[in-house]
């Protein structure tokens, strides 16, 4: 299933290789700022949720919006990373930042295997391909000795970051969050903005022709592959290291459709649209957890609504009033 | 006799048989799947939502009407039939020249609205369904105890996929359909009115979705999240049996039961997963399925 | 009645006058399963029987300003950390309520003591809760798994049930249910033929019943919980398996589950609970009221959430402040608890409460005259007989 976009100018050339364009750089200055002063407006954990579902939903859409693969396994990277991180930190007694490496490093490795074998495949073939393969993980997690089953791993420790400074408290929690996300978010732009992201998107459009200009097609599938699942797994990671637990919740498949609702939401293929997908998706569910049922519901509709009237997503539309990219 | 790992015959025996019981649940669910998307290039997965949808309306209509399992049976299809031709009109006919992707994102939202809906209205227990009179008791085979509605299963099961099979396969109707499905223009200026059979189709997919859902409900709980985790090995079912594949779907649906059937006797651990290895060894060496005409 | 109300209400306004001169805040979280499988034996219900606690126990005369909040955590242990986490820290929540699903209330009790806030757990049957990750901020009200194990397997064993076969869900749970039922079990003189996992959750039992009846086991244990255990039972009976003499066992089983089966099918099982609405005047007239609100009999669980939030609203009206969770359920460790529903009810050392725990068998359908009226008891266990012994290293009252 390759992605094609419609020809809205968000698929049109990024005017700048080389550095970010003005207001893109103007963008993210804004967004770092906000980032700064919220933990002291809202409560810092549930701001430390969106941003490591905002960096879940960037990499996930580096796979689908750039790299047009639709993948309907991705929990299997953001919830392997993050037993393999609540795993490290609690059980090896490793610093948080080791573990949340250990953890993306694992995910690397998981979608070195899984991509190798998927990306031989297209379309919905690939896409079901990788929801059988996230099936097995969530399968081993279930049955692991070391998942802890249903309960998952509890308590995690927060440690000292570096073994010097420690994380117990909120704050200081949230901006080593921060540089973290923020941090993978910007490498994904720059992956995106470089002559790399440039060959994969002469790839998502017409892979026929980026094949007889000599490019080896399945290499730059497979390495997006890989770093879409590491990042997943950062994220992943570094959700196990907020919460002190990493459990079933996050390996499901209903995780893997949850990324493709905040992507869709947000607008694929842009550059801000998962992100504020993630904190729309995010936020309603915190705000709506008293509703029950009426949650499911309410995300269904945004769902049907969102395909019928947004297929661009929000930025994706905000984007085209504007006439720039996003 | 031999003795297969410790298990004896009779036991293997009826094993096989329940295994071919739960493959014709999947049969009748990966059929309309396959129906659905051969003709609407649609990936329904709001077809465990209306499953469940059917079951709930066979227990309405005993529960506010009275009107028992029999006419429930043709009843409780049609008008989960007749819902699926609102969805598709109202809904889902903008999106057929669309990718695959925007029709599974549609009806994946459909599905949660379906079961938050029914869940919020009648709890999440579950109701109970009685086996009709004239099917309860059973027949002792020797090896197993064979309760008479679950051969009931087995018997409506072949003869509606069948039945589909052949209406699809050999007759006029479905000749239309196959055409209508590889080149709509051509077959509209031949004076055949297109969405009008792309909207039945999608009914009748979905009617069988609701006919399976009113067979399950004696022997299932009645009960919002019947369907859920349901979708996905059906899913798998359609995919290994190839996308498309009508009699593909049949097969496969009976075949992977029997296969399920035998892990749990096995490794039952592993029943839950063991369809997706299949589907993925199937995808990694015939990508277009077992029954799959071509790959894309 | 009329002398009775006016007297109460006489004694209560000589109380407030005298003690309360200020008012004490306090903040209840029912954080429970409110879209999921647990949620019509604890959700919404569960937060109507904390507000008729609230009410009964006259808080607003005795001058406890009780404000009362809700959740759903979705049976996911993240969630449920989540919504803790927040309320402790941000909403001034004093307690939590309710917290079914072991794996959630685990977190739940972590982060409780960890805030030094109360966790009054009633949905939730891990004796991990009291025993491996007990925490000096647990209260566990309403059942265990082990009390339940007590309850069905030794009565069943001592009714002649001799072999046991388990078909147990294929996690965590699971796996505690079948180990506490297969010791009391083998304690009473029975022994286990057999098991086998299911996969959780599962829609179609046949397959392991089969293996379960060729066994030759007596008693078939569903170690499995909500819809499971419904489709498990519904299909013995399809199969002939009930009807052939093998019995079965549902460890963990609640009324409305019962109610969802029917008494055709559910007839003759045997279950143990710490409260049925058709016992006594007062679970009847409670039930009643319960009734009128939320259209059905409540479950054990949701009448240990009034049980318990009456015990914690004494406790803190004697502390005089809401606000130290470990001193509370200090507090209620010394006191002696009585309300209509639960009896004569102690809370242990460990956060242990021990009350009355009850086996009931299903009626028939011609001894049951109404919808729900489905249990005739058969007997009834002291706390002390029906929970496990306390661990020394959990007696938080010793440290």
């Not at chain 1, 094949?211 to 592959?225: H, M, P, Q, T």
């Not at chain 2, 099961?157 to 055409?179: D, H, N, P, Q």
């Amino acid at each position: 299933m390759s992605i094609q976009q419609t020809d809205t100018p968000a698929s049109s050339p990024i005017a700048n290789d080389a550095g970010m364009s003005p207001l893109h750089k103007a963008i993210f200055l804004g967004l770092l700022a906000f980032l700064v002063v919220l933990p002291f407006m809202v409560y810092p954990v549930f701001a430390m949720k969106i941003m490591c579902f905002a960096l879940f939903a960037a990499a996930f859409n580096l796979l689908l919006g750039f790299g047009g693969l639709l993948s309907f396994g991705h929990a299997a990277y953001f919830g392997g990373a993050s037993y393999v991180a609540a795993h490290a930190a609690k059980v090896w007694g490793l610093t948080p930042e080791l573990a949340v490496l250990s953890g993306a490093a694992a995910a690397a490795f998981l979608g070195l295997i899984i991509g190798s074998l998927s990306i031989r495949r297209q379309g919905i073939y690939f896409a079901m391909v990788t929801l059988a393969f996230a099936q097995m993980v969530y399968f081993v997690a279930l049955q692991a000795e070391f998942t802890g089953g249903e309960d998952g791993i509890q308590s995690v420790p927060r440690g000292k970051l570096f073994g010097l400074i420690s994380l117990e408290d909120n704050i200081s929690l949230y901006f080593f969050v921060l540089a973290l996300t923020f941090g993978g978010i910007l490498f994904l732009y720059r992956v995106v903005h470089s002559p790399f992201g440039q060959v994969l998107k002469a790839i998502r459009e017409n892979e026929p022709r980026a094949i007889s200009l000599g490019y080896d097609v399945n290499r730059y599938k497979l390495i997006v592959f890989v770093l879409s699942a590491t990042f997943a797994g950062l994220a992943g990671a570094t959700k196990s290291q907020v919460f002190q637990l990493a459990s079933l919740t996050d390996v499901h498949w209903a995780m893997s459709g949850e990324v493709v609702l905040m992507t869709l939401l947000g607008g694929m293929g842009t550059v801000f649209g998962p992100i504020l997908g993630a904190a729309m998706i995010v936020t309603m569910q915190n705000y709506l957890a008293t509703f029950g049922a009426w949650v499911t519901v309410i995300q269904g509709v945004i769902f049907v609504i969102g395909v019928l009237l947004f297929r661009e997503g929000i930025i994706g539309v905000i984007s085209r009033w504007l006439k720039r990219p996003l | 006799m031999f003795e297969l790992l410790g298990i004896s015959p009779q036991v293997l025996l009826g094993q096989l048989l329940l295994g071919l019981i739960n493959g014709a649940f999947y049969a009748i669910l990966s059929l309309g799947l396959a129906v659905i998307f051969g003709l609407l290039n649609i990936i329904n997965f709001a077809h465990g939502a209306l499953y469940m949808a059917g079951a709930f309306v066979a227990w309405i209509l005993l529960h506010y009407l009275g009107i028992g399992y029999w006419p429930a049976l043709i009843l409780a299809p049609l008008i989960v039939g007749a819902f699926g031709i609102v969805l598709e009109r109202t809904m889902m006919s903008r999106l057929y020249k669309l990718d695959h992707l925007y029709g599974l994102l549609l009806t994946f939202g459909l599905a949660l609205i379906i079961q938050g809906l029914f869940r919020n209205y009648y709890g999440i227990s579950g109701l109970p369904y009685q086996i009709p009179s004239q099917l309860s008791g059973g027949q002792n085979l020797g090896f197993m105890f064979l309760p008479n509605y679950r051969a009931w299963v087995v018997v409506a099961s072949i003869v509606v996929c069948f039945g589909t099979w052949f209406m699809i396969e050999k007759t006029r109707l479905g000749a239309y359909l196959r055409a209508a499905t590889e080149n709509p223009a051509l077959v509209s200026a031949f004076g055949i009115n297109v969405p009008l059979l792309i909207t039945l189709t999608y009914g009748f997919g979905v009617a069988l979705a609701g006919f399976a859902g009113v067979l399950a409900a004696p022997i299932y709980s009645v009960n919002p999240n019947m369907g859920a985790d349901l979708i996905i090995v059906v899913f798998a079912v359609v995919v290994i049996g190839g996308m498309g594949s009508i009699l593909g779907a049949i097969i496969t649906g009976y075949m992977l039961g029997i296969v399920e059937g035998l892990t749990r006797v096995f490794y039952p651990e592993g029943s839950a997963v063991v369809i997706f290895v299949i589907m993925a060894i199937v995808l990694l060496i015939k990508p277009e399925g077992l029954f799959g005409k071509e790959a894309r | 009645m009329m002398k009775k109300l006016s007297l109460a209400t006489a004694l209560c306004a000589l109380s407030t006058g005298a003690a309360f001169a200020q008012e004490i805040d306090v903040k209840l979280g029912v954080l429970n399963d409110r879209s999921g499988v647990y949620a019509d034996l604890s959700g919404e219900g569960s937060v109507v029987a904390a507000r008729m606690a609230v009410e009964d126990f006259k808080a607003a005369d005795k001058g406890l300003n009780v404000e009362i909040i809700s959740a759903d955590h979705q049976n996911k242990p993240d969630i449920g950390s989540n919504i803790a986490r927040q309320w402790y820290e941000v909403d001034g929540v004093n307690a939590i309520l309710d917290v079914p699903t072991s794996s959630v209330a685990l977190a739940v009790a972590d982060i409780t003591a960890e805030k030094n806030g109360v966790l009054i757990d009633s949905g939730a049957g891990s004796t991990q809760l009291t025993r491996e990750q007990c925490r000096p901020t647990t209260v566990h009200w309403t059942y265990d798994t082990a009390a339940l194990a007590t309850g069905t397997g030794a009565a069943m064993t001592n009714a002649g049930g001799k072999k046991w076969f388990f078909l147990t869900a294929d996690y965590a749970f699971g796996h505690s249910l079948e180990e506490n039922t297969a010791r009391v079990v083998e304690d009473n003189g029975g022994e286990v033929v057999g098991q086998v996992n299911v996969p959780f959750p599962a829609q179609d039992f046949s397959s392991f019943l089969l293996q379960a009846q060729g066994s030759g086991a007596d008693v078939i244990g569903l170690a499995n919980a909500g819809g499971d255990t419904v489709n498990a039972i519904k299909q013995a009976s399809e199969f002939g398996i009930t009807q052939a003499g093998q019995k079965l066992a549902a460890l963990l089983f609640f009324v409305t589950d019962v109610h969802a089966l029917g008494a055709q099918t559910a007839q003759g099982l045997s279950l143990t609970e710490a409260f049925y609405w058709d016992q006594n005047d007062n679970t009847r007239a409670w039930s009643k009221r319960f009734m009128d609100i939320q259209d059905a009999q409540p479950t054990m669980v949701q009448a240990g959430v009034y049980s318990g939030t009456m015990a914690y609203l004494a406790a803190v009206e004697a502390l005089g402040s809401a606000e130290d969770g470990k001193a509370i359920v200090a507090k209620m460790k010394e006191m002696e608890f009585n309300d209509p529903l639960f009896g004569k009810v102690t809370v242990r050392g460990d956060g242990r409460a021990l009350h009355d725990m009850y086996l009931f068998e299903v009626k028939s359908p011609d001894e049951s005259t109404g919808e729900w009226d489905l249990y005739n008891q058969i007997s009834s266990i002291t706390g002390e007989e029906a929970f496990l012994p306390m661990l020394p290293e959990c007696d938080f009252t010793k440290q």
